[in-house]
């Protein structure tokens, strides 16, 4: 019952207390442990023993066990000891490049569940062998349990495990091989011949094509055939006379392309057997072929497509992936649709974007064509669709903060409305846009937390809470913090009265805020700049000095606390006052504060009440 119990639970279990169901020991029951090398997540696992082991996962679900060189698996079995069952998981086996095998073990209820290998030598385990004869081994790769085996022109001994490795695959390099047989039965297929063989098996290749001339005659026929097929080519090179009988050497590539959009393929046979006609077809001769088609022209209607400027928009008939598109002219275009695919596809050229779209009185919402291509559907008789476009003019700026970018580099995503990608970087990021390119998209499914900030608030994501969808005004600031929570921070700013005209302060390069209270989360950028004219500002930052700015300079700094920073105005002694606290202070002539009472020379002295100049001798 327990047991029955937790394969119950088991789904509810794995997502409220999903190290329930990964920390777990597994039974291994291993014939030779030093033919096999065992990993635990990507660590690998010493302490084996011939024999059962019982191995603590650590939370890990995958065991890998891997063959060392020269061995083989001879049995992998899975023994569920609960339903008294064994179930052989040698399918599961896979093959590294260099020939070596492994399996990567999990099991759901370990307290019930066990695994039995076995190994061999490959030398011992294959006791088995098959003779393959090939003209051409350059133009086949023989798989032996995925794993490549070398061949040479002529007979070749193959041996094999008749338990592991009794399946193989011919794989061709380029083409279509002319002859595979199989203990002279012919085995059919294309690019890939998979063979169960068995000992003292023969199979025979023939890779080269005989040195022959084919007959090659194309048939097809019902309304308008003549137009069907729209290219043929001849090995890679375009030919032109299809309608005609042609001879080509066998091993041939014949394709065909037909205006499938326009017609509906009734039928296709090659020598009277039936085959799918794709677009495009491609066949190989190997003999005399006969190609039958029937066709129908599919049926049309005419409808108009208005457009203010064909240069800004591509216009598709069908589905834009098919290449079917409309010449067009500005104003008024009678086009030709087919009534089984009553569909036109919209694209905007580079640089351009669907301003409005109407067809018919039904007025298309700017979100419905913002992602290309814009499909327009169930089309009908003399409708009529209009379109205006405009060209792209990214006339607004906001700017774009992301910190700890490199932790979620595969991850992280910034799109525009229409999902096309915006590139970061770490820190902040000018970001042009114009307003079609709302709502924004940023997605942020990554291993590690995140928080986005638009000016400074918090947003929440969609359900789902990995994406957000903000929409950005001129001047908006978006902040994008992985694996940190920053702070919100109070900074007074105060910049004395005399200098209220000039100084400007700017947060995050793009936001101009006023004296009192600014909020500001951590890592926010702070820009102080000067005056226009040429006199000199001192910056206080926690009431120290942090900088002097001499006309149009300008000073950074970044918030990382509460903070109070204070702009007033520096020239020769102004800013010197008194103290009443100290007895007497010294100030060079440029107002620079002196730690001691200095040698020779003329000073600024600072008394409880008065600044005086002095000669000091």
């Known amino acids: ?110 307290e019930d569940e066990m695994f039995r290998i076995r190994t061999s030598g490959a030398t011992e385990a294959r006791s088995a062998s098959f003779t393959l004869t090939v003209d051409d081994p350059s133009a086949i790769v023989l798989q ?144 005399d072929a006969t190609l039958d088609l029937s066709v129908r022209r599919y049926a049309s209607f005419d409808m108009t497509v208005n457009i203010d400027d064909p240069s800004r928009v591509h216009v598709y008939r069908g589905y834009s992936y098919n290449g079917d598109e409309l010449e067009l002219q500005a104003g008024d275009n009678v086009v030709e649709v087919t009534r089984n695919t009553p569909i036109l596809s919209i694209v905007p050229a580079e640089g351009c974007y669907l301003n409005t779209m109407n067809i018919d009185g039904y007025n298309y919402e700017p979100y419905e064509l913002q992602i290309a291509p814009v499909m327009v559907g169930s089309l009908t008789d003399d409708d009529v669709l209009t379109i205006t476009t405009a060209t792209i003019v990214r006339d607004k700026k906001a700017m774009v903060y992301v910190h700890n970018l490199g932790l979620v580099t595969d991850y992280f995503k910034f799109k525009r409305g229409d999902l096309s990608d915006v590139a970061m970087t770490e820190g902040y990021n000018a970001l042009p846009f114009y307003e079609r390119d709302n709502a924004f998209r940023i997605e942020t499914g990554a291993p590690v937390d995140a928080v986005v900030y638009l000016n400074d608030e918090v947003i929440e994501p969609q359900p ?29 700013l105060s910049v004395a009265a005399e200098l209220a005209d000039g100084v400007q302060v700017t947060k995050d390069y793009i936001r101009p805020v006023q004296c009192g209270t600014v909020k500001a989360t951590t890592h926010t950028r702070l820009t102080i700049a000067g005056l226009s004219d040429t006199r000199k500002c001192l910056v206080k930052i926690d009431g120290e000095e942090y900088a002097e700015l001499n006309g149009k300079e300008e000073v950074e700094f970044t918030v990382s606390d509460n903070h109070k920073i204070e702009v007033t105005e520096r020239s020769g002694i102004a800013e010197v006052a008194a103290d009443a606290d100290v007895a007497a202070e010294y100030y060079t002539l440029q107002g620079i504060r002196l730690s001691e009472r200095p040698a020779a020379g003329t000073y600024i002295r600072v008394s409880a009440v008065k600044a005086t100049k002095v000669l000091v001798k």
Request: negative net charge; contains cysteine.
């Open 1 to 110: 019952m327990r047991h029955l119990l937790l394969r119950m639970l088991l789904p509810v279990l794995a997502v409220l207390f999903p190290q329930f169901v990964t920390a777990a020991n597994y039974r291994v029951d291993i014939d030779d442990v030093s033919r096999v090398t065992l990993y635990v997540g990507d660590t690998e696992y010493t302490d084996a023993v011939n024999g059962l082991n019982n191995i603590d996962m650590g939370g890990e679900r995958y065991l890998r066990v891997k063959t060392n060189d020269g061995i083989l698996f001879t049995e992998v079995t899975f023994v569920d000891e609960w339903y008294n069952e064994e179930t052989s998981w040698l399918d599961r086996v896979a093959t590294f490049e260099d020939g070596t095998q492994y399996i990567d073990l999990y099991s759901t209820f370990p």
């Open 464 to 492: 789902g809470g990995f994406t957000y969808a903000p929409n950005l005004a001129d001047g908006d600031v978006v902040k994008v913090f992985f694996d940190f929570a920053p702070g919100l921070h109070d900074v007074e």
């Open 144 to 287: 032996r349990k995925a794993q490549p085996v070398e061949l040479t022109a002529g007979e070749n001994t193959v041996k094999f495990d008749p338990t592991t490795e009794a399946t193989i695959d011919i794989l061709t390099v380029s083409k279509p091989l002319y002859s595979v047989t199989h203990n002279g039965t012919p085995v059919k297929s294309d690019f890939r011949y998979t063979i169960t063989v068995a000992d003292g098996d023969v199979v025979d290749v023939q890779a080269k094509y005989p040195d022959i001339d084919c007959l090659v005659t194309i048939n097809v026929t019902g309304g308008g055939a003549s137009d069907f097929i729209a290219t043929m080519d001849i090995d890679g090179k375009a030919a032109f006379n299809w309608d005609k009988p042609f001879t080509v050497k066998a091993g041939t590539e014949v394709t065909l392309t037909g205006r499938t959009t326009e017609y509906e393929v009734l039928s296709f046979t090659i020598n009277g057997v039936s085959a799918m006609f794709t677009n495009p077809t491609t066949i190989f001769v190997d003999r």
